[in-house]
């Protein structure tokens, strides 16, 4: 068996197959093996696991990739997903969203929350497109003290699928001292990633929503992949609208890896790590 895994949760949307068939290449690439998870309810846990293995089988034949099967009986099942990619060490976890959710939705919550609190990287698969690799990483940057850290994981899959990472300068504030934090933020970022021999770019945005511009700035680079921070709640307005990152995670038909925030050390102090 395979050390490194990729947990893909599946259920009966058709963005759950899509999730799985777009992990393949990830999987490839890492080494890793694939767990399909299977959340029963109620007493079907006997046929969901034995859709799952016909899945497994099947998808194994097609992809030639080492997939298990686990099958897991809870009404929790956002909650489910965090404990077994704890339980299997998962390098990521590859989701298939439901078609767009209104933020009322107690589903759709759920859903955010399990990737809002996932220590995994966890990339939400919304549209039914199939993309053939990753030619293309969006990497936005905000003048948040988080923002850089999502750099070193955009490294790490532009070096394994030969991508070009953009930087992209989210301008929402006309604070002066708040721009030219930005700017350098976004000018270290571009310099450290060319210095890692990854071909990148760098632009500037601006506008007065965050997830507007960054959904506009993915559309207009033909993104494979856009990389944010899945940031926590901080006020009112943003409880009622829901946060920048669920909004993305809302509203994108291209693939969305959110990354958990982490805490700063003198062991981490590197924003690149």
């Known amino acids: 068996m395979k050390p490194n895994a990729i947990l893909v949760p599946i259920d009966s949307t058709e963005q759950s197959v899509t999730a799985l068939t777009q992990s393949y290449n990830l999987a490839r690439l890492t080494n890793s093996r694939i767990v399909l998870l299977g959340i029963a309810d109620n007493n079907n846990k006997s046929e969901l696991q034995r859709k799952l293995n016909e899945l497994a089988d099947q998808s194994q034949k097609t992809a030639g990739i080492e997939i298990e099967v686990m099958v897991t009986e809870t009404k929790e099942g956002y909650e489910e997903i965090n404990r077994v990619a704890d339980l299997i060490g998962a390098l990521f976890v590859v989701i298939g969203m439901e078609s767009k959710m209104a933020f009322g939705n107690i589903k759709a919550a759920h859903a955010f929350r399990m990737v809002r609190e996932s220590v995994h990287p966890v990339i939400t698969i919304r549209g039914n497109k199939h993309r053939d690799g990753c030619k293309t990483i969006l990497l936005p940057i905000d003048p948040s003290f988080q923002s850089r850290q ?3 994981k955009g490294l790490e899959l532009a070096k394994l699928f030969g991508a070009t990472l953009k930087v992209v300068a989210v301008h929402t504030s006309t604070d002066e001292s708040i721009e ?3 700017l350098a933020y976004a000018n270290q970022s571009w310099k450290y990633i060319k210095s890692q021999g990854v071909e990148a770019t760098i632009k500037s945005v601006r506008g007065t929503d965050m997830p507007t511009l960054i959904l506009g700035a993915a559309k207009d680079a033909d993104a494979d992949l856009i990389v944010i921070m899945s940031e926590d709640k901080s006020g009112i307005m943003e409880m009622i609208k829901g946060t920048a990152a669920e909004r ?13 925030p982490r805490k700063m050390t003198k062991e981490n102090a590197s924003f690149w790590s």
């Open 150 to 152: 999502k750099v070193g």
């Open 180 to 182: 030219n934090k930005l």
């Open 248 to 260: 993305i995670i809302n509203n994108s038909d291209i693939p969305v890896l959110s990354l958990r």
